[in-house]
């Protein structure tokens, strides 16, 4: 039997209402996925700048090359931090267009990467607040500038810190290195890609001075491990896309504007403030070494990597041949034992540490780091030419202005 008109007219409204119902549920779920994915968080400072046509600007005056013969383009990621404040400065030095990137997070005193920010506004240099986990303001940038290279340094440093915040160097050097290079393999035209990789990828070898050909499959620490999957994940986009890739193992880098967490800079603060460090030493005694090197002559290495890098092979995603991958060791290939590196800051700042030695603690650290630098030298025209009393000198006198006569508190 027919049911009347109005019940079949009611149940149609009411499927109607029901369907609306859950569609604004729905979408309204939708949002609020976006408004908390990862990807929105620096979606308030996004917001910010894509409305503001004056970070357009910034963006575009600051990635020009002077002239047409400085023809880089680069794009710099941890702009604000140590290495990446020093290489911003050197490219821009020589006429290169410079875009610095960095989320200015406060692993450590956010104040001293505000203060590199400052010098390189001075040089010419902007700086954007932003992460390499945003691929909305990266596709953004290379919508603005045509980068032909991307000098990626942003990352979670620090081989102790790991075993505190294991999640951040997951978050920074994979899940961010892949951001990147997803934004960067389908760019138009794809930029050659310098990075920083480490010299903690030979983990616990033995084998002294350490080569490229060497095995890199048993890190030590998180940190390392994160910096090895770097290298596997480069290895991949290479392979893909035809991406140009290069990285860089930097071995224990030093100098002025440098990392408060590393044992040089926390050592000169402690010692100054007359407190007691901690010098970490091996089984039987054994001098703890490492091969520290000058920023200069890092600086030097980056941008032989920069200057030698040949083009990427792709664009728009698609791979068109192969392309460049490498991989250099850039140390100073003279190790010093931490002790010895104590000595040096004791003479030049007139104090006497108050030295606890300890057994080294299992946190990660290897024993001793020593470059081979022959492939760096043969390939990028790589030489360091400062060693550790020079470069400490020149580091504390920079300490000693920065923090002492400038009024600066060291919150490290
Ligand atoms: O070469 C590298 O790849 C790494 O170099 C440094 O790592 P590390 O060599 O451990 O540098 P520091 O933290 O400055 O430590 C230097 C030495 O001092 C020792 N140390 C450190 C701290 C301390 O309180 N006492 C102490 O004896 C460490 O065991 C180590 O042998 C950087 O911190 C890493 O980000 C970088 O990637």
Known sequence: MDKPLYINRFRYHFSITKLVFWTCIFLGLILLFFLHSPHSSSSSSQRRFLADPDWEIRVIKSGKPRSRAGGLKVLVTGAAGFVGTHVCAALRRRGNGVVGLDNFNAYYDPSLKQARRSLLERADVFIVDGDINNPTLLKKLFDLVQFTHVMHLAAQAGVRYAMKNPASYVHSNVAGFVSLLEVCKSANPQPAIVWASSSSVYGLNTKVPFSEKDRTDQPSSLYAATKKAGEEIAHTYNHIYGLSITGLRFFTVYGPW?????????????????????????????????????????????????????????????????????VFNLGNTSPVPVNKLVNILEKLLKVKAKKIVLPMPANGDVLFTHANISLAQRELGYKPTTDLQTGLKKFVRWYLDYYTRSGKKSNV
Request: charged letters at 30%; one cysteine or more.
């Open 258 to 326: 440098g990392r408060p967490d590393m044992a040089y800079f926390s050592f000169t603060k402690d010692i100054l403030k007359r407190k007691p460090i901690t010098i970490f030493e091996g089984p039987d005694h054994f001098s703890v070494a490492r091969d520290f090197t000058y920023i200069d002559d890092i600086v030097k290495g980056c941008l032989g990597a920069l200057d030698t890098a040949k083009k990427s092979t792709g664009s728009g995603g698609v791979k068109k041949g192969p392309a460049q991958l490498r």
